[in-house]
């Protein structure tokens, strides 16, 4: 079976990976707890890593396997001391952007560099709106580095969590507004 020409970049076997870790990736929103949000989370960035590979973005496909450790650890970093959480955000910041310097396929590899970094910050120290504001952020830098690289799964992706984002924002100020109301 031949798919039309129209239509057959969207469903290569790139393509194809990448909507599965954007299926993965998404179950994570369904989950019950935080701790279940990022180990899915943490799966579903490492086959956008597979993804961003075979689409020769180095860069990405780097981000998004630290993307994946950092899920990992954020389910124990808010309980450790103040300056190793200072050093942790610091590493993780420092490895995204030299990897950005020094294995970067041009000025469009500055995008998932900071979309790492501002996640890993938020991560690490915020929660609440404020951790939700960062997400928005770094959604978009996704969502424009998934269109400006021909990842089509990565911009849906990114759009979709976007959405949730924006969704669970509304959601959670309705319900403190309907709370105070009483």
Same mark, same amino acid.
Request: with cysteine; net charge positive; hydrophobic share 55%.
């Given at each position: 079976?031949?798919l039309?020409?129209?239509?057959?970049?969207?469903?290569?076997?790139?393509?194809?990976?990448?909507?599965?870790?954007?299926g993965?990736?998404?179950?994570?929103?369904?989950?019950?707890?935080?701790?279940?949000?990022?180990?899915?989370?943490?799966?579903?960035?490492?086959?956008?890593?597979?993804?961003?590979?075979?689409?020769?973005?180095?860069?990405?496909?780097?981000?998004?396997?630290?993307?994946?450790?950092?899920?990992?650890?954020?389910t124990?970093?808010?309980? *450790?001391?103040?300056? $190793?959480?200072? =050093?942790? +955000?610091?590493?993780?910041? &420092?490895?995204?952007?030299? %990897?950005? /310097?020094?294995?970067?396929?041009?000025?469009?590899?500055?995008?998932?560099?900071?979309?790492?970094?501002?996640?890993?910050?938020?991560?690490?120290?915020?929660?609440?709106?404020?951790?939700?504001?960062?997400?928005?952020?770094?959604?978009?830098?996704? *969502?424009?580095?998934? $269109?400006?690289? =021909?990842? +089509?799964?990565?911009?849906? &992706?990114?759009?979709?969590? %976007?959405? /949730?984002?924006?969704?669970?924002?509304?959601r959670?100020?309705?319900?403190?507004?309907?709370?105070?109301?009483?």
């Open positions: 079976m031949h039309p020409a129209q239509i057959a970049p969207f469903f290569g076997p790139m393509q194809l990976i990448g909507y599965l870790a954007c993965v990736s998404l179950a994570a929103f369904f989950t019950a707890s935080h701790r279940r949000f990022l180990m899915v989370g943490a799966t579903g960035a490492m086959i956008w890593a597979l993804h961003y590979t075979l689409l020769g973005e180095r860069v990405a496909a780097a981000l998004s396997a630290i993307s994946g450790g950092r899920n990992t650890i954020a124990r970093v808010h309980g *450790l001391p103040r300056p $190793l959480r200072i =050093g942790l +955000t610091l590493a993780v910041c &420092a490895l995204a952007a030299a %990897l950005a /310097l020094f294995a970067g396929s041009g000025p469009l590899a500055a995008l998932p560099a900071f979309a790492s970094c501002l996640t890993t910050t938020a991560s690490f120290w915020l929660v609440g709106r404020a951790f939700r504001r960062c997400y928005l952020v770094s959604d978009s830098c996704w *969502l424009l580095f998934g $269109l400006l690289a =021909g990842s +089509t799964a990565g911009w849906v &992706a990114a759009m979709i969590s %976007l959405c /949730l984002n924006l969704w669970t924002m509304r959670e100020r309705e319900t403190q507004a309907a709370a105070q109301a009483i």
